[in-house]
């Protein structure tokens, strides 16, 4: 593998961003989410319920079930879990902010109002959605957490978790490629604090830990070298599109070897529905 990558890359000691992949969130809405939708409905009888009460719901039917809001998740995705970057067919509709009390903070009500909001769920595996995050979602250390009266301003919460589908999650990782273990790090460039908090990014998910999470992201980093050595560039550019296991990989590659080959929105797109 390192003869391999020196002789497409020259320097086996430089470093390229990696991580989790940035997503694009469909901007259409889904029948079951609209206002007159199932779960619109109840999103909007909790909020009346709580306008009376003060009371924050701590029921929740699961109307993100339904196949119309997977479906709007699987455009988005691909059958990729959005923190570990590995491909699985059993994928949970995950709320990125908890709809009920944080496990970290459980004198809060969690935020309730984003139970049936989409831009809130992203598709991840039974074990990062189960076992690893379930309903932790860590701010910075003094930061307060965002309530139904802050909401405008849940922009600017401090939190510790990365949304793939707001953060610029290219920047803020490195691989070390001439690590045969293809260790995940923070982007060198990062700030302490930045670099701290990737570092527990890295470290909750298990990205290092994990025996197949690492399997996976070695075996689409040997095909991604063997692909940019071979300058198969179709083949280094279908394994770049964001729907791919670990794409991350195979996108700096490719990023370095024939960037003009990087696949288009459009492009990802077009080739996620002939895929479904």
Same mark, same amino acid.
């Given at each position: ?42 999103? @909007?009888? @909790? ?91 860590? !701010? =910075?250390?003094?930061?307060? #957490? ?37 260790? !995940? !790090? ?10 701290? #908090? ?31 050595? =071979?300058?198969?560039?179709?083949? !280094?550019? #279908? ?16 990023? =370095? ?12 797109? #077009? ?6």
């Amino acid at each position: 593998r390192r003869v391999l990558f020196r002789s497409i890359q020259g320097d086996p000691q430089s470093s390229q961003t990696a991580g989790m992949r940035s997503l694009r969130r469909p901007s259409f809405e889904v029948p079951t989410l609209v206002p007159n939708g199932s779960g619109g409905r109840a999103r @909007q009888r @909790q909020i009346d319920e709580y306008a009376v009460d003060g009371i924050a719901p701590t029921k929740f039917p699961g109307h993100w079930r339904e196949p119309d809001v997977r479906g709007l998740l699987l455009a988005m995705q691909g059958g990729i879990c959005a923190y570990c970057g590995m491909a699985t067919n059993g994928l949970d509709v995950e709320h990125f902010r908890p709809k009920g009390k944080a496990k970290s903070d459980p004198t809060q009500s969690g935020y309730w109002w984003l139970a049936y909001d989409p831009s809130n769920y992203l598709l991840g595996c039974t074990v990062c959605n189960q076992k690893r995050k379930s309903t932790s979602f860590r !701010l =910075e250390r003094g930061a307060l #957490r965002t309530t139904w009266e802050t909401r405008a301003n849940i922009g600017n919460e401090r939190r510790i978790l990365l949304d793939p589908s707001e953060d610029a999650i290219e920047g803020l990782f490195e691989l070390e490629w001439d690590d045969l273990n293809c260790r !995940l !790090l923070p982007h060198s460039g990062l700030s302490p604090p930045e670099s701290g #908090r990737v570092q527990a990014v890295i470290d909750f998910f298990g990205l290092n830990l994990d025996p197949e999470i690492r399997k996976q992201r070695l075996r689409v980093h040997d095909e991604a070298i063997q692909a940019a050595h =071979e300058h198969d560039w179709n083949r !280094l550019r #279908r394994m770049a599109m964001a729907h791919n296991e670990h794409s991350f990989v195979a996108w700096f590659v490719l990023r =370095e070897k024939a960037p003009q080959e990087l696949p288009r929105p459009e492009d990802e797109l #077009r080739n996620r529905v002939e895929t479904l």
